[in-house]
Structure formats: C-alpha cells, structure tokens
Nanobody
Framework: QVQLTESGGGLVQAGGSLRLSCAASGRTLSSYAMAWFRQAPGKEREFVAGTWSGTNTYYTYYQDSVKGRFTISRDYAKNTVYLQMNSLKPEDTAVYYC?????????????????WGQGTQVTVSG
C-alpha cells in the first residue's frame, strides 16, 4: 500500500492559479496510473485528470471541463504527482484528492483506485 499526501490547496480568486502536489511514500508510483479527483459539497466525487506511463512516453487524460486549464504531471525522482490549475473558476471549488489506480478499466471510475490521499480544499471566489 502507498500513502498519498496532498498539499497546495487554498483560497484563490477566479482567474487565478494553484498547483497541487501529491507526495507518495511506501511504494514507487512510476508503474502506476495516477489521477486527481474532486468532490464538491453535495456532489459525487468526479474524475479530473489522470496520467499513466507508456514505453518511453506518458499519457494524460482530462475531464472536458478542465481541458486547456489544468495540467497533470509527475516527478519520478520525487515520487510526486502534480496538478497545475490555471484560469480557475468558482465551479472548480471542491476538495481535491489524488489516487493510485489499482484496478483495470476506465480511468474515470473512482472504484478502480485503491489508494487515496486525505484531500486538499480548493476554494475559488467569484
């Protein structure tokens, strides 16, 4: 099992930026798909962005509402995954979680992720 710790959340005005970090311990993340999810009050947890490694390359995948604004990346040496969030909107307000994919299937399914961080709050004021 891996321990995931998110940081970088906070309060920002609409149009601003934040970078979330997800530091892992207990296991290297290099061979696993990783993702960011978010959950707003009264709503279900939803997929935001994911990344996984291929042969000499890596892939990324985004929810339509964040394409062009958010960027997921990872630092293999630091065993850390990031989510750069630009042009933030009030509707991006949520608790953001990083997760390690342990099952096979669609990347958007939260049930396929076996390890989760505790979450970090992002609040965008309008």
């Amino acid at each position: 099992q891996v321990q995931l710790t998110e940081s970088g959340g906070g309060l920002v005005q609409a149009g601003g930026s934040l970078r979330l970090s997800c530091a892992a311990s207990g296991r290297t993340l290099s061979s696993y798909a990783m993702a960011w999810f978010r959950q707003a009050p009264g709503k279900e947890r939803e997929f935001v962005a994911g990344t996984w490694s291929g042969t000499n390359t890596y892939y990324t995948y985004y929810q339509d509402s964040v394409k062009g604004r958010f960027t997921i990346s990872r630092d293999y040496a630091k065993n850390t995954v990031y989510l750069q969030m630009n042009s933030l909107k009030p509707e991006d307000t949520a608790v953001y979680y990083c997760a390690r994919k342990t099952g096979t299937g669609k990347y958007e399914l939260a049930s396929l992720y076996g390890d989760w961080g505790q979450g970090t709050q992002v609040t965008v004021s309008g």
